[in-house]
Nanobody, 115 residues
Framework: QVQLVESGGGLVQTGESLRLSCAAA????????MGWYRQAPGKQRELVAR???????NYVNSVLGRFTISRDNAKNTVYLQMNSLKPEDTAVYYC?????????WGKGTLVTVSS
């Protein structure tokens, strides 16, 4: 079982920044992609950002220009730098890793943005 541990969530005000981290208990180079999803109360989980093993990235439109996903293979960690946070970014953020046909998930970290 792959262990993914998220950290970095918290309560911030509109316009502030946070950096989320997702630490894997094993090398992340074997994952074809890793990403961040979020789920707000009463809403479906949605993809926020994804990065492939080759470094290609994609983002949901609502975070373009504000969020940046990156990976440090040496530290087995994926990051999500979130700038200019908005109240609508409030959600539980989950780390995801894909290997072959398997999806692995962390337990999530809560981000709350106050107006």
């Amino acid at each position: 079982q792959v262990q993914l541990v998220e950290s970095g969530g918290g309560l911030v005000q509109t316009g502030e920044s946070l950096r989320l981290s997702c630490a894997a208990a094993e090398t992340i180079v074997t994952f074809s992609s890793m990403g961040w999803y979020r789920q707000a109360p009463g809403k479906q989980r949605e993809l926020v950002a994804r990065i492939t093993s080759g470094g290609d990235t994609n983002y949901v439109n609502s975070v373009l220009g504000r969020f940046t996903i990156s990976r440090d293979n040496a530290k087995n960690t994926v990051y999500l730098q979130m700038n200019s946070l908005k109240p609508e970014d409030t959600a539980v953020y989950y780390c995801n890793a894909v290997r072959d046909t398997w999806d692995y998930w962390g337990k999530g970290t809560l981000v709350t943005v106050s107006s």
